[in-house]
């Protein structure tokens, strides 16, 4: 159980376009997600914590308006890069979390996003 | 803000021997959690084990455990009998207790090298 999913595993794009990332918890609901995001051979930071159907709260120096959470339903959370640029490049992790006492958080496999 | 720090970007071990991984934090949280997560080439975060503060006794899982000093602000993780499978990288981590303000705080990492 407490398995979570993201689309696409990785993505090329171009700069200037929008890029969007999906994270499923798939035998789970999840009232709250978090978006993680991994530079090479570096640490997660975390970007911004969704909250199903409420805005998302973004981490200091995070973009709102570039980095679009939206966590429309109990299962999904999407996250969309508007107008990327090659330093958008990373690797993008969600992490869902569970409601069972603990509050574990379940991480889904990471998204690569390299943008030319 | 709380911070997490990892003093060892490398450590090595020979196969069936014992190494500790370091890790210290600052808070002024009473209470939190703590988790060692150990991230293969795959990139999957995988939890290792975790620790409330408000337990004195330190979590075991398996070949896994932590020695935890509160005052100190220090949770190190012991690997006994390493296997070959343990070779990754390794991330401290803290998670304050409120809802909300749960996003992980990652430390740099350690990369684990497991000597045949």
């Known amino acids: 159980g407490a398995v979570v999913s993201q689309h696409p595993s990785r993505v090329i794009c171009k700069s200037g376009t929008s890029v969007k990332i999906e994270c499923r918890s798939l035998?789970?609901?999840?009232?709250?997600m978090f978006w993680y995001r991994q530079f090479p051979k570096q640490s997660l930071m975390l970007m911004a914590t969704?909250?199903?159907?409420?805005?998302?709260?973004?981490e200091q120096g995070v973009e709102k308006d570039k980095f679009l959470i939206n966590h429309a339903s109990l299962t999904l959370s999407t996250l969309t890069v508007t107008s990327a640029h090659p330093e958008d490049s990373s690797f993008y992790i969600c992490?869902?979390?569970?409601?069972?006492?603990?509050?574990?958080?379940?991480f889904g496999p990471g998204t690569r996003l390299t943008v030319l | 803000a709380q911070t997490v720090t990892q003093s060892q970007p490398e450590m090595s071990v020979q196969e069936a021997e014992t190494v500790t991984l370091s890790c210290t934090y600052d808070?002024?949280?009473?209470?939190?959690?703590l988790f060692w997560y150990k991230q293969p080439p795959s990139r999957q975060m995988i939890l290792v084990i975790r620790q409330e503060a408000y337990k004195q006794q330190n979590a075991t899982e398996n070949r896994f455990s932590v020695n935890f000093q509160k005052a100190a602000k220090s949770f190190s993780l012991k690997i006994s009998d390493s296997q070959l499978g343990d070779a990754a990288m390794y991330f401290c981590?803290?998670?304050?207790?409120?809802?909300?303000?749960?996003?992980?705080?990652f430390g740099k990492g350690t990369h684990l090298i497991i000597q045949p």
């Open positions: 969704s909250n199903e159907g409420s805005k998302a709260t973004y």
């Open positions: 035998d789970f609901q999840a009232t709250t």
């Open positions: 981590a803290y998670r304050s207790p409120y809802v909300g303000a749960d996003g992980l705080t």
């Open positions: 992490s869902a979390l569970g409601l069972a006492g603990g509050r574990e958080q379940f």
């Open positions: 808070t002024s949280e009473s209470d939190y959690y």
